[in-house]
Nanobody
Framework: QVQLVESGGGLVRPGESLRLSCKASGISVDTATMAWYRQAPGKQREFVARITRAGRTYHADSVKGRFTISRDNAENAIYLQMDSTKPEDTAVYYC????????WGQGTQVTVSA
């Protein structure tokens, strides 16, 4: 059974940084394209960034140049480094594969507010 556990969220001021973690069990993160998604209040879940088995990354236009997805095979985890945060980044952040096949975890809340 695949479990995905997100952590690292919190309350930050605009412009500050956060690093989110996603620890996986039941799947090796280097055997699938893994991604971060987010869901803001009243909105649908949206794609944020992905990393392929080969380690290639792609970021949504809304976060490009500010967020960076990465992977640690030894830790069986993926990460999202969030820099230059904006209030519109406020959301619950989730990890999953592409296209979101596995059961969703509880996510981690990120709030960007002055």
């Amino acid at each position: 059974q695949v479990q995905l556990v997100e952590s690292g969220g919190g309350l930050v001021r605009p412009g500050e940084s956060l690093r989110l973690s996603c620890k996986a069990s039941g799947i090796s993160v280097d055997t699938a394209t893994m991604a971060w998604y987010r869901q803001a209040p009243g909105k649908q879940r949206e794609f944020v960034a992905r990393i392929t088995r080969a380690g290639r990354t792609y970021h949504a236009d809304s976060v490009k140049g500010r967020f960076t997805i990465s992977r640690d095979n030894a830790e069986n985890a993926i990460y999202l480094q969030m820099d230059s945060t904006k209030p519109e980044d406020t959301a619950v952040y989730y990890c999953n594969d592409v296209p979101g096949f596995y059961d969703w975890g509880q996510g981690t809340q990120v709030t960007v507010s002055a």
